[in-house]
């Protein structure tokens, strides 16, 4: 492919161990970088491709959360748009962990 102008992926990265998911996060950096592409990618697993994402929208139970990882990936946000709690949580490299807690209300 020469010059794209979008790249869309459907889960990339799903089951590759970590150091194939860095490898292919890596790979389409790359390919954004050097050709300008936008890329609209699918993943249940934000953390490989975390430092490299400007924009998340989330789609949950007919409702939509779109913004900077920042603005959406936070329990208030996920906890809404699930209509259940939801902990957001920062682990000491930067990364992301998200527990849900069905059954709870809240």
């Known amino acids: 492919m020469t010059d794209p102008r979008i790249l869309i ?6 089951s590759l161990d970590l150091a194939n998911q860095q490898a292919i996060a890596g790979i389409i950096r790359r390919i954004a970088r050097e050709t300008g592409a936008a890329v609209l990618l699918v993943a249940h697993d934000v953390n ?3 430092s490299s994402i400007d924009r998340v929208v989330y789609i ?9 990882p920042a603005e959406v990936i936070t ?4 906890s809404k748009l699930y209509n259940s709690p ?8 930067g990364g992301l962990v998200v527990v849900g807690h069905p059954g709870r209300s809240i």
């Open 86 to 93: 939801v902990e957001v949580m920062r682990s000491h490299d």
């Open 75 to 78: 329990s208030e946000t996920l």
């Open 60 to 68: 949950a139970r007919g409702h939509v959360a779109v913004g900077t």
């Open 9 to 14: 992926l459907d889960e990339p990265l799903d």
């Open 48 to 50: 490989p491709i975390l």
